[in-house]
Every structure is written in C-alpha cells, then in structure tokens.
C-alpha cells in the first residue's frame, strides 16, 4: 500500500484543452525527481511539455487519460498505439500527489487499454535513479529488459568506410520494415512513415542495400540496423542528437565503448522495461524514449 492516505481519483479520457495543465505538471515531476538525484531535466521548459502533451492529446495513434481529484488535474498518461507493441509514457503526477496511488491508477489505465486493443506487448523507459517507478512498474508486471545509457555529443569519426547514410524516402519503407521485423519480429511502419514525411529519418546502405535506419536520432527516435557498423554510421551523420540524447543499450558492450572513445558523453542510466511479447533483439538497436 501507498504510504499517503489515497485521495478520490477520477481517470478520463484526456483532451486537447487538458495540454497546458498537464504540461506543467509534466515539467514540474520530472524536473523534481532529476533535480534530488543531480541529473538534469529531460524537458528544457514548461513549454516543451506543454507542446509535447498537447499533440499526443490531440494526435491519432496515440490514447492519453489524465487523473483528477477534487475537479482538478494531478496527473496524465499516454499510450503509444502505432505499432502492434504499445508504449506507454510520458506518465506524470503532481509532485505534491505523488505515492499517494495515482500513478498506479493511470498505468492500469493504459494497461487495460493496450490489452482491450490486443496489443502483443507494452514497453517503456524508466529513468534508472528512480526507485518509486521503478517499484510501481515491476509490481505492474512488467519485466526489466535492457539496462540504457542516454549518451549526448558529437562523434569525432564523422563517417564510416564502405557506408552511406542519406535522407529516408518513402521507397525505403518496405526495406527498413524487414529489417525491423527481422531484428525485433515486429515493425513500427507508422513511426516510420510519420518520420520520413517530417524529414528526420536516415537510411545507411552497404553494398547498395539498405542496412539500418533511424525515424529520428535523438530522444524520440528509434534505430534499427543489422550490425554495429552500421549505427555507428548512423551515429556519425549527424552533428547532434535531439533533446536530451539517444539510447544506447548498455550491453552492447562494443557500441558503447565506441560511443565514448568518439567523445559521447553518458548523461543518465536508463531501463527498458516490458509485458508481453518481447524477443531478444537480434541486430543493433537503439529505443525511443518510450521504447
Ligand atoms: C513515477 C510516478 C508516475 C508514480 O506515480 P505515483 O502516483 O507517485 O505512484 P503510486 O503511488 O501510484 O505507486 C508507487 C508505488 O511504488 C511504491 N514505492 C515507492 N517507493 C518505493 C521504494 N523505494 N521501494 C519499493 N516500492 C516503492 C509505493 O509504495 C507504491 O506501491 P503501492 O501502490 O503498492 O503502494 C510519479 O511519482 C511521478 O510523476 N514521478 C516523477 C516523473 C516520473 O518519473 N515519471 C515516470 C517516468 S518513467
């Protein structure tokens, strides 16, 4: 049981309107939770999230509820529900409501949610310092998959022999969905599609074949390729990653240490946790932010 006695909680649908008082309180729990650990803030400002909820409340593809108690907001979650696994986050609960069982209330939500869409699995990203979500997650069921290392700066290689990495065109689709679904056995076509139409998605070809790609190196992006020559390629094409950084699997021991011996630099530990369907990834990989 929560050590805070469980105030009345209301969980509904969220909408385009709830967007800038689940925003702030968006910035406001995880500036909190990073600032008692020394980490910084995943989020620059109030209205980075306030414009990240607002088009996942208002964007199809995506399912978000919010709590209330007392007729006013104090928490929001989202389900991501392009592809046939689902990805929860960004969850969020007023600093001054947190413990108290509104976290649990809204990941139930989105879980019941995900199930009564037959989804195969649901994934997400837990910041690794912090305990509470952590605990919530696991008792929820769901298992601890891959320890993440969030890894921000420029390679000083700035490309890689026998590569090529270009802008993704549409006519990639059918390659980089094979290579999903080879390497994960499932595709995330959607994200893909979105990506390649806002212009931030990457093939690498070898051998006049399309051998990773990435929807968006950064945050919100995920990357597939076949072997760590190529997303090191990937890596080496751009000259920052987006928002806080990307996610590089700490186990793949390799990768990492060519990451930090280019000059990356680890900002924070992360863990993809998951239920459901989840297959060893065979090929190199680096997850979203949501998974
Ligand atoms: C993480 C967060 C969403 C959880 O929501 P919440 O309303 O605070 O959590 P709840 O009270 O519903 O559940 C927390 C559970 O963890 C347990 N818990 C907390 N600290 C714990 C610890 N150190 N060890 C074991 N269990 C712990 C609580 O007892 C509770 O379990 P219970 O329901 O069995 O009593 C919320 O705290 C938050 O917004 N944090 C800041 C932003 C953030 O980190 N978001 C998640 C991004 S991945």
């Known amino acids: 049981m929560s050590s805070k006695a469980q105030p009345d909680v ?3 649908i969220a909408t385009s309107e709830d967007g800038p008082a689940c925003g702030q309180i968006c910035y406001d729990a995880f500036s909190t939770i990073s600032a008692a650990h020394g980490f910084p803030c995943d989020l620059p400002g109030p209205e980075v ?3 990240l909820l607002s088009m996942m409340f208002s964007t199809p593809g995506f399912y978000a509820v919010v709590a209330e108690s007392d007729s006013r907001i104090v928490g929001s979650n989202v389900l991501a529900e392009q592809a046939v696994i689902h990805g929860v986050g960004p969850i969020t609960i007023d600093p001054k409501l947190q413990n108290a069982g509104v ?20 994934r997400l990203v837990q910041a690794a310092f912090h305990n509470r979500s952590l605990s919530l997650y696991a008792s929820l069921g769901f298992d601890i998959r891959e320890p993440l290392s969030c890894m921000q700066g420029q390679t000083r290689e700035r490309s890689i022999p026998g590569c090529i990495v270009r802008s993704a065109k549409p006519v990639d689709e059918v390659a980089c969905n094979a290579l999903s679904r080879q390497v994960h056995g499932f595709d995330r076509g959607a994200e893909l599609a979105q990506a390649i139409w806002e212009g931030t998605a990457r093939v690498v070809e070898r051998g006049d074949r399309v051998t990773g790609y990435t929807t968006n190196l950064g945050f919100f992006g995920h990357s597939t390729a076949e072997t760590n020559i190529d997303m090191q390629a990937l890596l080496a094409s751009v000259e920052s990653f987006a928002g806080p950084g990307i996610l590089v699997p700490s186990r793949n021991s390799a990768l990492l240490r060519w990451c930090m011996a280019n000059g990356l630099r680890i900002v924070q530990p992360m863990t993809l946790m998951s239920t459901g369907l989840y297959n060893e990834p065979a090929g190199t990989w680096l997850p979203s932010i949501v998974f």
Request: overall charge positive.
């Open 10 to 12: 209301t969980i509904r």
């Open 49 to 51: 999230a306030i414009g």
């Open 103 to 122: 976290g649990r209330k809204l990941m139930q939500a989105v879980m019941d949610r995900a199930n009564q869409k037959g989804a195969a699995g649901i």
